[in-house]
C-alpha cells in the first residue's frame, strides 16, 4: 500500500465556523470509502480567511491549497487527484506562492498554518524553543536587554516598550512576581491572538516561559476571553504536553529554573481586557480599573509585580530570543520595531491575516491584500485599531502605518485590526455606536465613562436628528474632551477617537457642511 | 455654608502616609515638603489647597473613580488624578488652570445630568458634597437637558431602621463599598450592574436589612449626598450645633459628635479625631441612642413603703430625706454594716467615686462593691498580680502594629465592634490569628478574615489549654530567655518553668480535659512564640470562670514568656464589657480598695482619705455583691443604694438574687428605667442618660474621655447631684459645684490620675490614658515599657483546677453565655431601640447532634435546666457550638439566663462562673415555671407603676394645664 498521502485542514476557530470539521469528515469518509490512505492534521489557520476552509495537500513540489471547500466539494477533488496536487477550480496552486501569504513576512507567525499545532515534534522541527534554550543560559537581565534591543513594543495597542517592562519587573523586589498573558481580544475586528492560540499554542507558553526567566517569575497565567473556546482547549492541551515534556515545571529541561502556567477563562467582558481590571478579575473580584501607579509591574497581580503583555508581544519574544535582537529590529520604521499582524475585516474581498514589517500603507493592506471592498462599492472609511480607533479618510491611507505616525494623526495602529466600510455607510451612525459600544461595555468605575458614554449616544442622536445640531455638536466636543481628558482608561479616554474622527472627517453625515475646517481635533 | 449648619471635619482626601522620607513638590507656586507615598490631594490640603473631590476620604484608600481632582503636573502628559498621584521629588503642580476649571466642569455636568434637581427639599441640603463641588467647579448649565437616561425613578430602600438609601441621588463613587470594605470589614455592599446600570446594593440584591449589613454607619458617614441618610436627619433636617461626647455602651468607648437642634439630637457621628475609635462606630453608639428619650424613661422620683404597693411620686427633696431616713432607721436597728451601695461601670468616674466616697464616708461601712465584680474582677486580681496593674498594657491602635492576634473568650465582632473592625483590617495585611474559644465565633470564619488556628476549648478549661501552650513554648525552646532575664523575678520564673514543662502539661496529656487537638495547640503555641510581635485580646469568656483569675494570670505568663510586653503590637487586652468597667475599678468601688487599688487596710493611705474626706474610715473590707445577698438572705443586710445597675437581670441565680432583695428593708434604685431590680425597690430615684451627663469614662485602653452634657438632665438633677444630696441628707456634707471638681478630688487623692483634669483631657484632644502624673504628664499609652509596674514581673503558676460545674448524667450539657451585636448587656437600652429588628428575643444555640439527640428543630421551645433553675428558650440548631455545648445571651429579663447560671465562682474574685453551666435541654411546649412567676410578678409591678401614673395624672391636672412631653424622638 501507497504511503498515507497528508492533508491539512484548518481547526481554527474561522475555519470550523465555515464547515472545517465536516470538510474534515467528509475528507476521511471519502478515502475510505475509495480506499485511500490520508493523513488529516488538522493545522492552525493560513489566515487567509476568504479561503476558508483552506485544505492543503502535502505533494513532492510542496503544500498546494484547495478552497474555500466544502463537504460537497470533496468528491469532486478526488475525482481531480487532488491528493497529487492536480488542478480543479478550487485549487490555488502551491499555498506558499498565494501572493497574499508570500507578500508577507511572517515572524511571529511564522509556524501559524504549517504545523499541527499540539506537536511538539513540529514544533521544534520548526525552531521551537530555540529561544527558550537561549534565555535558559542567559542572565535574567541580559534576556530583558535582547527584548529591550529588539524594540519589541506592546502589541495590545498601548504599543508600551516591553524590555521597559520587563525591566521594571525585574528590578522590583518580591518573594512572588508573575506573567500574565492578556489574551482577552475583544477588538472588534480582530483575531490574530486567537489564531495564535489555536495555531501555535506553544510560541505563547515558550514566550511567557522567557519572560518568566527574565524577571524572574515563576507562574503565569493566560486570561483568554471566554468565546474563545478553542483556543483554550488548546493551550490547555499545550500547557499539558509541556509540562510532560520538561518545558515547564519546577526546572525547565533540568535548568533548575521554575516557570509554569495556567488558563483562565475571562470573566466575559470588554473591559476585563483593560490590564488593571483584567488583574482585579484574575483576583476573583468585579473587573474594575485599577488607578496607576501603582503600575501592574510593581504591584501588580495579589499586589505582585507582574509583567502583563498582549498575546502576540509574548509570541514574538521566542524569535527574538532564537535569532537575536538585531534580526527582529531590522523590521519596521521608526520606532515602531519588527513586524505585525494586521487583521483584515469588514467590508473586503480578502479578508484575513496579514503580518507585515511596520511602514506599509492601509491602501496596501485594502487593495493589495484586501482587494477592495467586498460589496464592489467604494471603500470610504477605514477604522484602524479597534472600536476606539480612529476612522480614516481615503485622503489618510497613505500615511506608513507606523506609531507614531498614526498618532500624528489623531488615530491609532493599536492590535492591528482594521474594519473597511463602504460608501453606504452612515458615520454619524458609527460614531453613535462607538459611543453605545463604551456605554455597555463601561466598568462604571469613572464618571466621564460611566455618564459621558450614555449622554455621547444621546447627543449624537439629537445631532442626527437635527435637534438644536449646532449646540449639540458643540456639546459633543465638550463631551469629547472631558472623556478623552478625564476617564480612567483607554476606554473612556479613547472613544471620542471614532466618534472625532467621523465628525472631523465626514461632517456631512451629521448634517453638517462637508469640509468643515479641522481645527478642533483631539489632542 | 450657612452658619446654623455644622461644619465638617477636615478631610485631606487620602490616609496619611507613614513614611518618614520627604519629597519637595512645588504646588501652586508654594514649595513644601511631605512624607513619601502622600498623595498630591493630601500634599496640597495639607498646604491649605483644596481640590475638588467627591470619591475621595481620607479613610479610604484612593479610588480615583470621579475624575474632579484632576491636576496639571509639568512634564507630564495628561490630567492625572490628584487623589491616586503620589508626589515625587521635584513634582510642580497645578491644581487650578482654565483647562482644569474646564474639565471639572465637564464632569460636573455629566454627575448633575443624572440627579435630580430638588436641592431645597434634599434631606443632604446643607451637607452635600455634590452641592458644594458643583458651587466649586460654577456649574452654570447642564446643557444635555434631563430627558435622557437616568435614575431619577428609582425606589428606595427603607428597610433598614435607622437609614435610607434612596438610589436616586446616587453618583456611585463607591464610598459606602469602599467604608464597608476596608473601615468596617464586613463586604456586605457592592455594586452591581456594569456602566450606566452600576448601582450601589446590599449583598445579592437584596435589602439593607435582610443583608449581611450591621448597620455600624460607615456608608452613611462616607455618602457624599444624601443617598445613605439618617431617617433622623431626613425627618428632622441639619443639626445647629454639635458637642463631643463618648458613647455609653461598651469598653472602646468611642468618642462622637452629638449634632443638635436644642435639646434635641439629631444624629450621632463617630468622631473623626476619636483616639478610641477614629472615626468609626458600630450600631449601638450610631444609631441606637433613642432609648435616651423613650417613653419608658423615669422622670420622677418615687417612693414606696412595701413593693406590694402602688408607687408615689414625690419631690427630690421628700425622695431623698425618705431614703436617708430609711438608711439612717435601718443602721440604728441593725447595725452600721446593715447597708451598703453599689457603683455602675456604667456610670461616669465622677458618680462612681461618688458613690464609693458616699458609702465610706456616709454610711460609714467599705459595703461597696460594682458589677465589675461579674465580669472583669480576675482581670483585676490577675494582672495586678503579676504585671502590677489592674489594667490592659495597650492602645487600640496597637494592634496595627501587631503580627499574630490571640482572641481568648471574647466575641469582639459582637460585642465590641469597632476594635473588630481594626483587627481585621490588621489581619488583611497579614497578621496571624489564633482564637480560643468553645463557639466558632465570628473571627473564626469571616469576610477576607480566617484564623490560623481555632482551639475549641471545652468551657472550664481555659487555664490548662494556656499552660499546654506554654509548655510547647517552654520545652520547644521558644521562650525569650533575653526579656525574662531583664524583665522578670528569677525564681518564679524557674518554678513556672519546671511546672509547665511538667509531661501532665503537655497539650497530649491535655487533650482529653480541653477538647483541643494537641497538634493544633502546638502549632499555635508555636506560632504565638514566632510570630512577631504577639498580642493577646480577652474577654469575659476567660474572666467568668472558677478559675477566671488564673486564666487571666496565664495570659500575662504568656506574655511575659513571649517577651510580648511593654512595646507597639504586644500586649494583654482585657476587652471591657461596658463603658467604664475600667474606670469603676479604678475608683475604689471595690470593697477592699480605695481609688488607685490601694488596700483599705493600709493606713498610710486610708489616713491620706481621711484627712481629705474629714472622716475615719473602717480598715476592713466590706461585702462583696454575693455576700451582700447572702447577708440579705440570712437578716444581717438590709439597705441598699444601686446606681445604675440591674442585678436581678445581671447576676446569676436570679431566684436567689431576687429571694435577697425581698428580704431587705430599704432598696433604692438610681436608674433611667424601671429595671428588673427597680420592680424590688423602695425609693427610685431616676438617672440620666449619658446624653445629660458632664464627666469621664474609661475605657479598655485605659483612656479617660470626657462625657459632656448635650441635653439638661430630665429628671431635673444630675446623678451626681443625687448622690450629693443622699449625702448631705445623711449628715456627711458633699459640695461640689461640677463634676470637674470630683475629678479634681479624684486626682489629688489618685497617684495615677494625679495630673488627670478636665482642662488636662481638652488640652490633650479629648482623652488621655492613665497612669498620668508627673512621671507621664501626657499619659501612658503603653504601660511596663521599661519595667513592670510591679518592678519585676511574676510568674505565677497556673494549675488547673476543674469546675465544680462539670457535665454529668443528670446535666450532660454546658451552657456558655454571651452577647449579641445589636443589643447590649441586660438590653434595658437597646430593647428600647429598633436594634429589636435583629434580635428580637434570646434563643438557645444547639448542635444539631444534641438537638437530633432530644428531638429539638429549630424554633422549639427547648428547657435549659441546671441545679440553680429552669427557663425556656427557643432553639437554634447551629454548628456554631460544638456538641455537648449550648449557649444564650441575656439580654432579654423574660429569657432567664441567670436564672441556669449557678453561684459557682472565681476562687479569688468571687466572680461568677457564668460562662459554665452544667445543664440539660428537653422539648417543652411551654415557658418554665420560673417564667410564669417572673410573668405575674413583672405584671403586678407594671400595674403598680400604672397606678402611680394615675394618681399623676390627677394631681397635675388638677395643679397646671396638662404638658406635652417633648422628649420623644421620631425612632420611637
Known amino acids: 500500500m501507497d504511503a498515507a498521502i497528508t492533508l491539512f485542514v484548518p481547526k481554527d476557530s474561522a475555519a470550523i465556523a465555515v464547515g472545517a470539521d465536516d470538510v474534515a469528515s467528509a475528507i476521511a469518509r471519502e478515502a475510505a ?165 489555536e495555531g501555535d499554542p506553544y510560541a505563547l507558553i515558550e514566550g511567557m516561559a522567557i519572560a518568566g526567566l527574565a524577571v524572574q517569575a515563576t507562574y503565569g497565567y493566560i486570561y483568554v476571553r471566554s468565546e474563545y473556546p478553542y483556543a483554550i482547549a488548546a493551550l490547555e492541551a499545550a500547557i499539558a504536553c509541556a509540562r510532560d515534556a520538561g518545558w515547564l515545571g519546577a526546572s525547565i529541561r533540568g535548568s533548575g529554573r521554575a516557570f509554569d502556567l495556567e488558563v483562565r477563562c475571562a470573566a466575559g467582558a470588554y473591559i476585563c481586557g483593560e490590564e488593571t481590571s483584567l488583574l482585579e478579575s484574575l483576583e476573583g473580584k468585579r473587573a474594575l480599573v485599577r488607578a496607576k501607579p501603582p503600575l501592574p509591574a510593581v504591584k501588580g497581580l495579589f499586589g505582585k509585580p507582574t509583567v502583563i503583555n498582549n498575546v502576540i508581544s509574548l509570541a514574538s519574544v521566542p524569535i527574538i530570543l532564537a535569532r537575536g535582537a538585531a534580526f527582529y529590529r531590522d523590521f519596521g520604521m521608526g520606532r515602531s520595531r519588527g513586524t505585525l499582524p494586521f487583521q483584515l475585516a469588514g467590508n473586503l474581498r480578502h479578508g484575513g491575516l496579514v503580518e507585515k514589517a511596520f511602514g506599509l500603507t492601509l491602501r496596501e493592506l485594502l487593495y493589495d491584500f484586501g482587494g477592495g471592498s467586498a460589496s464592489g462599492k467604494p471603500l ?21 502605518l507606523d506609531y507614531e505616525a498614526y498618532v500624528g494623526i489623531s488615530a491609532m495602529v493599536g492590535h492591528g485590526g482594521l474594519v473597511a466600510f463602504d460608501e453606504t455607510v452612515d458615520m454619524a451612525k458609527m460614531a453613535e455606536y462607538a459611543m453605545e459600544f463604551c456605554a455597555i461595555e463601561s466598568c462604571g468605575k469613572c464618571t466621564p465613562c460611566r455618564i459621558g458614554a450614555v449622554r455621547g449616544a444621546e447627543v449624537i442622536d439629537k445631532i442626527r436628528h437635527n435637534e438644536q445640531r449646532e449646540a449639540q455638536v458643540v456639546l459633543l466636543r465638550d463631551l469629547c474632551d472631558t472623556m478623552l481628558a478625564g476617564s480612567l482608561c483607554a476606554l473612556g479616554g479613547m472613544t471620542p477617537y471614532p466618534v472625532l474622527s467621523a465628525l472631523e472627517h465626514f461632517p456631512e453625515d451629521f448634517g453638517l457642511p462637508a469640509h468643515q475646517p479641522a481645527s478642533t481635533q483631539a489632542a | 455654608m450657612l452658619e446654623t449648619v455644622i461644619k465638617r471635619d477636615r478631610d485631606f482626601g487620602t490616609p496619611a502616609s507613614t513614611s518618614t522620607q520627604m519629597v519637595r513638590v512645588t504646588i501652586d507656586g508654594t514649595d513644601m515638603s511631605v512624607p513619601a507615598g502622600t498623595s498630591v490631594m493630601r500634599a496640597a490640603a495639607e498646604a491649605g489647597i483644596n481640590i475638588p473631590k467627591l470619591c475621595a476620604s481620607d479613610n479610604l484608600e484612593a479610588f480615583g473613580s470621579c475624575r474632579l481632582c484632576l491636576v496639571q503636573i509639568e512634564g507630564r502628559k495628561g490630567y492625572p488624578a490628584s487623589c491616586t498621584t503620589p508626589v515625587e521629588e521635584g513634582m510642580v503642580i497645578w491644581t487650578e488652570t482654565p483647562k482644569l476649571h474646564e474639565l471639572r466642569r465637564g ?87 456594569r456602566g450606566f446600570d452600576s448601582r450601589v446594593t446590599a449583598g445579592q440584591n437584596d435589602s439593607f436589612l435582610d443583608s449581611d449589613c450591621v448597620s455600624c454607619g460607615a456608608c452613611v458617614q462616607a455618602c457624599p449626598t444624601s443617598t445613605l441618610m439618617e431617617k433622623t436627619v431626613i425627618d428632622q433636617g441639619q443639626a445647629e450645633h454639635s458637642i463631643i461626647t463618648t458613647c455609653a455602651y461598651c469598653g472602646v468607648g468611642c468618642a462622637f459628635k452629638a449634632e443638635m437642634k436644642g435639646q434635641e439630637v439629631v444624629r450621632m457621628v463617630p468622631w473623626k479625631d476619636g483616639q478610641a475609635n477614629r472615626g468609626h462606630s458600630c450600631v449601638k453608639g450610631r444609631f441606637a441612642w433613642g432609648y435616651a428619650t423613650h417613653e419608658d424613661r423615669m422622670l420622677k422620683p418615687m417612693i414606696r413603703g412595701d413593693i406590694s404597693e402602688p408607687w408615689r411620686e414625690v419631690s427630690w427633696e421628700e425622695a431623698i430625706s425618705y431614703a436617708a431616713s430609711e438608711l439612717k432607721r435601718i443602721q440604728a436597728k441593725y447595725g452600721r454594716d446593715s447597708i451598703g451601695g453599689l457603683t455602675s461601670s ?147 520564673f524557674q518554678q513556672w518553668r519546671d511546672f509547665v514543662s511538667l509531661p501532665e ?35 469575659l469568656g476567660v474572666t467568668e470562670h472558677s478559675q477566671g483569675s488564673t486564666t487571666v494570670m496565664a495570659i500575662a505568663n504568656l506574655a511575659m514568656a513571649t517577651g510580648n510586653l511593654g512595646k507597639e503590637g504586644v500586649g494583654v487586652n482585657p476587652l471591657r464589657g461596658q463603658n467604664n468597667v475600667q474606670g469603676s475599678c479604678d475608683m475604689g468601688s471595690f470593697p477592699h480598695e480605695l481609688p488607685g487599688y490601694r488596700h483599705i487596710s493600709d493606713d498610710t493611705v486610708r489616713r491620706q482619705f481621711e484627712q481629705d474626706w474629714g472622716v475615719t474610715l473602717q480598715p476592713e473590707p466590706g461585702l462583696r455583691i454575693p455576700n451582700m445577698f447572702d447577708a440579705a438572705i440570712s437578716g444581717s443586710f438590709k439597705g441598699l443604694y444601686c446606681q445604675g445597675e440591674d442585678v436581678v437581670q445581671s447576676d446569676p441565680n436570679t431566684q436567689h438574687v431576687a429571694k435577697a432583695l425581698a428580704s431587705m428593708e430599704c432598696i433604692i434604685v438610681q436608674d433611667i428605667f424601671l429595671n428588673e431590680t427597680a420592680k424590688y425597690a423602695h425609693v427610685f430615684l431616676p438617672g440620666s442618660s449619658f446624653l445629660e451627663k458632664d464627666g469621664t469614662f474609661t475605657n479598655a485602653e485605659r483612656r479617660v474621655s470626657r462625657v459632656r452634657k448635650v441635653m439638661e438632665p430630665k429628671s431635673g438633677m444630675g446623678d451626681w447631684e443625687v448622690t450629693c444630696a443622699l449625702s448631705n441628707a445623711l449628715g456627711y456634707p458633699m459640695n461640689y459645684s461640677h463634676p470637674s471638681e470630683i475629678m479634681d478630688e479624684i486626682a489629688r487623692l489618685t497617684p495615677t490620675f494625679q495630673g488627670v483634669s478636665f482642662k488636662k483631657i481638652d488640652e490633650m484632644g479629648g482623652s488621655v490614658q492613665w497612669p498620668c502624673n508627673a512621671d507621664a504628664p501626657d499619659g501612658t499609652p503603653i504601660m511596663h515599657v521599661d519595667e513592670f509596674v510591679r518592678g519585676k514581673g511574676r510568674f505565677m503558676i497556673t494549675k488547673y483546677v ?109 466572680c461568677p462562673e457564668y460562662k459554665v453551666t452544667a445543664v440539660q435541654a428537653r422539648l417543652v411546649t411551654g415557658p418554665s415555671q420560673w417564667q410564669a412567676k417572673w410573668s405575674r410578678f413583672s405584671d403586678i409591678q407594671l400595674s403598680l407603676l400604672e397606678q402611680r401614673q394615675r394618681d399623676q395624672e390627677a394631681a397635675s391636672a388638677a395643679a397646671e394645664a396638662p404638658k406635652t412631653a417633648p422628649v420623644l424622638s421620631p425612632q420611637e
Open chain 2, 802 to 910: 476543674p469546675s465544680d460545674e462539670r457535665s454529668t448524667r443528670k446535666y450532660p450539657l454546658l451552657l456558655t453565655t454571651g452577647r449579641i451585636l445589636s443589643q447590649y448587656n441586660v438590653g434595658a437600652q437597646t430593647r428600647r431601640t429598633p436594634n429589636v429588628l435583629w434580635h428580637s428575643e434570646d434563643l438557645l444555640e444547639i448542635h444539631p447532634q444534641d438537638a437530633e439527640d432530644r428531638g429539638i428543630r429549630e424554633g422549639d421551645m427547648v428547657a435549659v435546666q441546671s441545679r440553680s433553675g429552669e427557663t425556656v428558650l427557643r432553639a437554634n440548631v447551629t454548628e456554631r457550638v460544638q456538641p455537648g455545648i449550648v449557649y444564650t445571651t441575656f439580654h432579654f429579663p423574660e429569657s432567664g439566663a441567670n436564672v441556669v447560671t449557678t453561684d459557682s465562682t472565681d476562687w479569688a474574685t468571687d
Open chain 2, 346 to 492: 456604667r456610670c461616669t468616674n465622677e458618680e462612681t467615686y461618688l458613690v464609693q466616697k458616699l458609702v465610706r464616708a456616709a454610711f460609714g461601712t467599705n459595703n461597696v462593691d460594682t458589677c465589675a465584680r461579674v465580669c472583669h474582677s480576675p482581670t483585676g486580681y490577675g494582672l495586678k498580680t503579676t504585671l502590677g496593674e489592674s489594667a490592659g498594657t495597650q492602645t487600640f491602635d496597637s494592634v496595627m502594629f501587631t503580627d499574630v492576634v490571640i482572641i481568648m473568650g471574647a466575641n469582639p465582632s459582637a460585642a465590641h465592634p469597632v476594635f473588630a473592625s481594626r483587627l481585621k483590617r490588621r489581619l488583611r495585611q497579614g497578621a496571624k490569628l489564633i482564637v480560643i474559644d468553645p463557639r466558632q465565633i465570628e473571627f473564626v470564619d469571616a469576610p477576607h478574615v480566617k484564623a490560623d488556628y481555632h482551639l475549641p476549648v471545652r468551657p472550664g478549661t481555659n487555664t490548662a489549654v494556656l499552660t499546654a501552650m506554654a509548655h510547647v513554648i517552654a520545652t520547644e525552646g521558644l521562650i525569650d530567655e533575653a526579656f525574662v532575664a531583664e524583665r522578670c523575678e528569677a525564681p518564679a
Open chain 1, 33 to 197: 470509502s475509495r480506499g485511500l490512505s490520508v493523513d488529516i492534521v488538522r493545522n492552525g489557520s493560513r489566515g487567509l480567511l476568504w479561503l476558508e476552509t483552506l485544505v492543503e495537500v502535502e505533494t513532492p513540489q510542496g503544500r498546494v491549497a484547495y478552497g474555500p471547500v466544502e463537504p460537497a466539494d470533496v468528491p469532486g477533488l478526488f475525482d481531480a487527484g487532488w491528493l497529487q496536487g492536480k488542478p480543479h477550480t478550487l485549487a490555488h496552486g502551491l499555498t506558499e506562492e498565494i501572493p497574499y501569504l508570500k507578500n508577507q513576512e511572517r515572524l511571529t507567525f511564522a509556524r501559524v498554518g504549517i504545523t499541527d499545532p499540539l506537536s511538539l515534534t513540529d514544533y521544534r522541527a520548526h525552531e521551537g524553543f530555540k529561544g527558550l534554550e537561549a534565555a535558559l543560559a542567559m542572565a535574567p537581565a541580559a534576556i530583558v536587554d535582547q527584548v529591550v534591543d529588539s524594540g519589541l513594543r506592546g502589541r495590545g495597542g498601548a504599543a508600551f516598550p516591553t524590555g521597559i517592562k520587563w525591566k521594571t519587573v525585574l528590578a522590583a523586589e518580591a518573594d512572588q512576581k508573575y506573567i500574565v498573558c492578556n489574551a482577552d481580544e475583544g477588538d472588534s475586528g480582530t483575531f490574530s491572538d486567537r489564531m495564535l492560540m
Open chain 2, 505 to 539: 502539661n503537655s497539650p497530649e496529656a491535655m487533650e482529653s480535659v480541653t477538647g483541643v487537638a494537641a497538634a493544633d495547640l502546638r502549632g499555635a503555641a508555636r506560632l504565638f512564640a514566632t510570630g512577631g510581635n504577639g498580642s493577646i485580646y480577652y474577654g
Open chain 2, 107 to 193: 464632569v460636573m455636568e455629566l454627575y448633575i445630568s443624572d440627579h435630580p434637581l430638588d436641592c431645597l427639599t434634599c434631606p443632604a441640603n446643607g451637607d452635600c458634597e455634590l452641592q458644594d463641588m458643583a458651587g466649586v467647579v460654577g456649574l452654570r448649565n447642564v446643557r444635555y437637558g434631563f430627558d435622557g437616561a437616568n435614575h431619577l425613578n428609582d425606589t428606595a430602600d427603607l428597610s433598614n431602621p435607622y437609614f435610607a438609601y434612596d438610589p436616586s441621588k446616587c453618583i456611585v463613587c463607591s464610598r459606602c463599598v469602599r467604608a464597608c470594605d476596608e473601615v468596617q470589614g464586613t463586604f456586605a455592599l457592592t455594586i452591581t450592574g
Open chain 1, 380 to 400: 470610504r472609511a477605514v477604522q484602524v485599531g479597534g472600536p476606539l480607533g480612529a476612522y480614516l479618510p481615503e485622503s489618510q491611507w497613505g500615511v506608513p
